[in-house]
């Protein structure tokens, strides 16, 4: 009985993932994915306040005008800017625009359109340090966005000491911490932070050979010269000129000015004010880490049976796979796991993986692997004797197991069974890597769109704290029950 339960719900998760996959190979054939890095304002980013989840920007009006006049629906999805060639060859999307210069480097894994904006590189500092041009920074640490032509660019500079981070607002808190000298950004982009945030200055430096945005297609792409021709008309009739005014002139939030308060209370204070506004859009956040954290863990623990089953089994191959499978899932890193089971999936299978359930799948994978040592080592902890007496008496395995062992096994695990739903709970974290919007995702956003750094992420630290705090009450709660039941 329990075992067709099992076999039923398996069933119903497979024909699932099938259907979806269905369903959205369906709607793909329509639909264009534009893969960006919404920290760049005012190209790409989020106004969480005001628009909610929703990518926008000078580059997101360009894709939408011209999807619009092809006649096709448009999928924006965000990642880290060095995800995006890697996803455009993934095939995890059909085109990129995230202000990206189209360099000899690149050309030579993706196909661009022709130019369609020239921006100018800039130095941003603290105010009074001095660093105007290229020549200033030398024997400094200057940092970049990792993957962006200004790395090129400052790699040619004699002497500096090279920091390459993940998001500009990175690069834009360690000047404010003084850890690096100086940063290299986009004179568009520096335009806003500057405005944000008194203490910094910015002045822009001679562009090198290669600068301005193209849109990146993966190679071969039939797309190339649709969107030129749209691109060409959009230059022509104004348009363009139009949504750079649009966003480049944009009111910029500035910071409250501070006059009469000493110099580091502007540097050092905290102001939770600021999130405020985007609590909604944070708070959602704790429906997707929790419904990823309970869908792992539920996966993973019934993968977890069916391996610690494998491995106590007298048939080899199935103890050998289970063996070798345990040692690789727990032997490699998560993060690594999951970067591949997302962007690999797509080149190897065709099936375009959302993150969600990239996630899902490596998590559950990889909980299991530990699972099912602690399911193992309880089952053998459960007396011999009990199972030679079950034995004797003629009960068949399958029963036995089920109605005998495993139920006493999962009670003394309990305790283990909850510390692993506590580490997925914020590991789950990770998946923001991969653009998942979880809770500590939808943080990182918030404070690149409002130009702070810690309240986000000191905010969602404590709602993870919560979550992990109930977490363990109910465990505690349960585990009296069963102890009291029996
Ligand atoms: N234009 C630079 C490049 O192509 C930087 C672009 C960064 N874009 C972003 N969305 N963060 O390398």
């Not at 105010?127 to 966005?145: H, I, P, R, W, Y």
């Not at 290299?184 to 945005?213: C, H, K, M």
């Not at 199935?318 to 999951?338: C, D, E, K, N, V």
């Not at 580490?423 to 890597?433: G, W």
Request: hydrophobic share 45%; aromatic share 10%.
């Amino acid at each position: 009985m329990k075992r067709l339960k099992l076999k039923s719900m398996l069933a119903a998760i497979a024909i699932a993932f099938c259907l979806i996959a269905i369903a959205s190979y369906a709607q793909a054939n329509k639909t264009l994915t534009l893969a960006t890095s919404p920290d760049y304002p005012p190209y790409e980013f989020k106004d969480t306040a005001v628009s909610g989840n929703e990518i926008i920007g000078f580059d997101i009006d360009i894709a939408k005008y011209i999807t619009k006049e092809l006649g096709y629906e448009l999928k924006v999805v965000g990642m880290d800017f060095n995800g995006l060639i890697p996803a455009l060859q993934a095939g995890r999307a059909d085109f990129v625009m995230a202000g990206m210069t189209p360099t000899a480097e690149r050309k030579k894994n993706v196909d661009f359109s022709d130019l369609y904006y020239e921006a100018q590189n800039t130095i941003v500092a603290n105010k009074g340090s001095n660093l105007t041009k290229a020549e200033d920074l030398a024997g400094k640490k200057v940092g970049v966005q990792l993957g962006s032509i200004q790395q090129e660019a400052v790699k040619k500079m004699p002497g500096v000491q090279l920091a390459a981070l993940n998001r500009i607002p990175d690069i834009i808190q360690e000047i404010k911490s003084n850890r690096i000298a100086a940063g290299v950004i986009e004179d568009t982009v520096a335009t806003g932070y500057a405005a944000a945030n008194p203490d910094l200055e910015f002045n822009t430096i001679p562009n090198t050979e290669e600068s301005g945005s193209a849109i990146a297609f993966p190679k071969g792409s039939r797309l190339v010269p649709e969107f030129n021709r749209v691109l060409q008309q959009m230059k022509a009739s104004g348009q363009i000129k139009e949504l750079a005014t649009k966003w480049f002139s944009r009111p910029i939030p500035q910071e409250p000015a501070q006059a009469n308060q000493p110099a580091v209370a502007s540097k050092f204070g905290l102001d939770f004010g600021k999130i405020l506004p985007s609590l909604p859009y944070i708070l959602s956040g704790i429906w997707v880490t929790l419904t990823f954290t309970l869908l792992s863990a539920f996966l993973g623990f019934i993968w977890g049976i069916v391996l610690s089953l494998f491995k106590i089994s007298s048939i080899k191959p199935l103890f050998w796979f289970a063996t070798a499978y345990t040692s690789i899932f727990r032997g490699t890193p998560l993060i690594l796991q999951l970067t591949l089971v997302y962007f690999a999936t797509p080149q190897l299978t065709g099936y375009n993986i959302s993150a969600l359930q990239a996630g899902v799948i490596t998590f559950f994978l990889n909980s299991g692997a530990y699972i099912s040592e602690t399911i193992r080592a309880g089952i053998q902890a459960v007396d011999k004797g009990q199972k030679e007496a079950a034995e004797s008496l003629g009960v068949p395995y399958k029963l036995m197991m089920g109605d005998i062992i495993l139920p006493q096994a999962l009670k003394n695990i309990l305790p283990a069974l909850v510390n692993e739903s506590i580490a997925l709970l914020k590991d789950s974290a990770l998946v923001s890597v991969i653009g998942v919007e979880d809770l500590l995702r939808r943080g990182t956003i918030v404070g690149a769109e409002k130009y702070i750094y810690f309240e986000p992420l000191i905010f969602v630290g404590v709602i993870y704290y919560l979550m992990v705090l109930s977490l363990t009450w109910g465990a505690n709660v349960l585990e009296r029950r069963l102890q009291t039941s029996s």
